[in-house]
């Protein structure tokens, strides 16, 4: 199975969705879906083989928009474990939730978690909405936002 017969795959996977999809670099293919669709594009690209995912990040475009990227790939079928599928979606800026993707990789727990701690993305639907690495009483801006600021009361800087 080579790159153009992947995305040819993901294409027809989809073709009923409003998705774009594309080669992006050797052996990586890119789709890229609004979140009104993002569960089930992501069924269905389970049901082609990409059966886990391996990160989830989020991209902070400052009071422009969120950008939510999965990396998927397989471990049941070999010939696809060679490719990255690349899962993005955008956000606005004024509403950074989306479907969480739990219930299609149950591998996302963690990192949809970490995501909803660091960038403030709300993963509807998430069972896990308390602080995973910050501190239980944090307030303010999540940390790995582009307008979060270090304090630096007391520094002479």
């Known amino acids: 199975m080579d ?6 795959r993901v294409k027809d996977a989809l073709s009923d969705l409003e998705v774009e999809v594309q ?3 050797p052996n990586v ?9 993002v569960i089930e594009a992501a069924r ?17 475009y400052p009071n ?14 070999l ?15 004024d509403d950074p939730k989306t479907p969480s993707l739990l219930e299609v990789w ?14 403030g993305i709300d993963f509807e639907g998430h069972p ?7 501190p239980d009483d944090y307030e303010g801006i999540p940390p790995l936002r582009k307008e979060f600021k270090i304090k630096t009361e007391g520094i002479n800087a």
């Open 106 to 119: 149950p591998s996302v727990l963690y990192l949809e978690h970490e995501q909803y701690d660091l960038m």
């Open 128 to 134: 896990r909405k308390e602080r995973l690495l910050l």
């Open 44 to 60: 269905k690209l389970k049901g082609l083989g990409f059966d886990h995912v391996k990160s989830v990040t989020a991209i902070d």
């Open 29 to 37: 293919v890119e789709v890229k879906v609004n979140r009104e669709n």
């Open 64 to 77: 422009e928009r969120f950008e939510v990227v999965y990396h998927a790939s397989s471990y049941s079928n």
């Open 23 to 25: 080669e992006k670099g």
């Open 3 to 8: 790159l153009e017969e992947v995305v040819q």
């Open 79 to 93: 010939e696809l474990a060679r490719f990255f599928l690349v899962l993005r979606v955008d956000l606005p800026y």
